[in-house]
């Protein structure tokens, strides 16, 4: 039978204080009585004169009160035992036990070691994937290579009868597109995304779409190109007045 473990004094008088049961007698919510400045509705005319007359009263102590204090000066009350301002070697000493007993806890403990994970012989399955293991029958074992031949084609011939057992699943196995690019060898310079022309003065730029203002500048420059040249039409000689009558003017306006 094990002994009653003791407990000090302070724990035991906290056990017996909490191990009680609390009392189920609950205290009616009981409201405070207002005071004089408390009561509803609004104030009479000797209620306020009362107030005033007692808040003037106050008034009156409190500043009297704050003069005394500015009239001591703060100084300290000479029945006071004041310290001298520099420690003593005493004191040093004291203080300095002081701190080395303060800083050793009250209950010492050993330093705590967590003990190691139990291992259990079971793991259950907690997803419903299957266990990923090895196939059966590999990795395949090294094959035996004698370690000198007599001709290097009987070398050649013993690595040209070399057999791997291939995996079922590479069998059945469907290569993704990646994979097969991947296998491909590496093709330098690397295939251009779109096809190059072989002659570049017969390939015609392709057509970019236009802001609003692009194709108002665009249609702008097309009308100014339409028109005649009117150095061209200056020098030329010509007897039609109703030409001239339409050249005029643009070239005013020019």
């Excluded at 106050?58 to 000066?73: N, P, T």
């Excluded at 059966?136 to 031949?149: A, E, I, L």
């Excluded at 295939?191 to 609003?212: G, I, T």
Aim: net charge positive; aromatic share 8%.
């Amino acid at each position: 039978m094990k002994t009653a473990i003791r407990l000090r004094a302070s724990t035991q008088e906290w056990c017996d204080r909490n191990s009680k049961p609390k009392s189920p007698v609950v205290t009616p919510l009981v409201r405070p009585e207002p005071t004089r400045w408390q009561k509803p509705g609004p104030m009479g005319r000797n209620e306020w004169a009362n107030f005033h007359s007692s808040y003037q009263v106050d008034a009156m102590a409190s500043a009297a009160l704050r003069k005394e204090q500015r009239l001591g000066g703060g100084k300290q009350n000479q029945d006071r035992n004041g310290k001298d301002s520099k420690p003593t070697s005493e004191d040093d000493d004291f203080l300095r036990e002081n701190q080395q007993r303060l800083s050793m806890p009250r209950w010492q403990r050993r330093k705590y070691i967590p003990p190691t994970p139990e291992e259990f012989p079971y793991r259950p399955q907690l997803t419903g994937r299957r266990t990923p293991r090895p196939e059966r029958g590999r990795p395949v074992k090294k094959p035996s290579v004698p370690c000198c031949f007599q001709h290097v084609d009987l070398e050649n011939e013993f690595w040209a009868n070399m057999r791997f057992p291939i995996s079922r699943k590479a069998l059945v196995a469907c290569p993704s597109k990646k994979i097969c690019k991947l296998s491909r060898p590496r093709q330098i310079p690397p295939k251009p995304h779109c096809s190059m022309p072989m002659n570049f003065d017969d390939h015609m730029p392709k057509r970019r779409k236009m802001s609003p203002r692009q194709w108002r500048h665009h249609l702008q420059r097309l009308e100014f190109l339409s028109k005649p040249n009117p150095r061209v039409m200056a020098e030329l000689v010509c007897c039609c007045c109703c030409w001239n009558k339409q050249i005029n003017p643009i070239l005013q306006i020019r």
